[in-house]
């Protein structure tokens, strides 16, 4: 007897109707035909650099991966780079900051994100400062 085949339709919650496309790169795509037309473009939309990984960081990159850095570190970062991130911001801006204090992310838009899930609560008013830059045109 064939095994017969049961299609289920996959149920999204209902936020998801709500998610709109990374805007920052519409417009980067929008620079870029400028900028093939001929045009002089200053890049701020999507926060890159415009300039290639220097060299000696590819190869530590390289070095780090051959000798086995290949696995999942601590979630917060590891510990080596949040002593000395917390010794740079203690000794640069003049805030005592130690080393539990400290978390590597991504990039701003996480942190900004897991910031607003931890203190603004369903139904409660928040601000954005301007100038901004949301994700979404929405």
Known sequence: MAAQSVRHE???AGRMARLGTETAFEVLNKAKALERQGKS??????GE???????????A???ALRKGWTHYGPSAGLPELRETIAEYVSRTRG?????????VVPGG???MFFTMLALIDEGMRSSIPIPAFPSTSR
């Open 10 to 12: 996959l149920l999204l």
């Open 109 to 111: 838009k996480p942190i």
């Open 61 to 63: 990159g390289v070095d």
């Open 41 to 46: 473009i200053i890049h701020l939309e999507i």
């Open 49 to 59: 650099p415009d300039f290639d990984t220097p060299g000696n960081v590819v190869e």
């Open 95 to 103: 805030v005592k900051v130690s080393p539990d204090e400290v978390v």
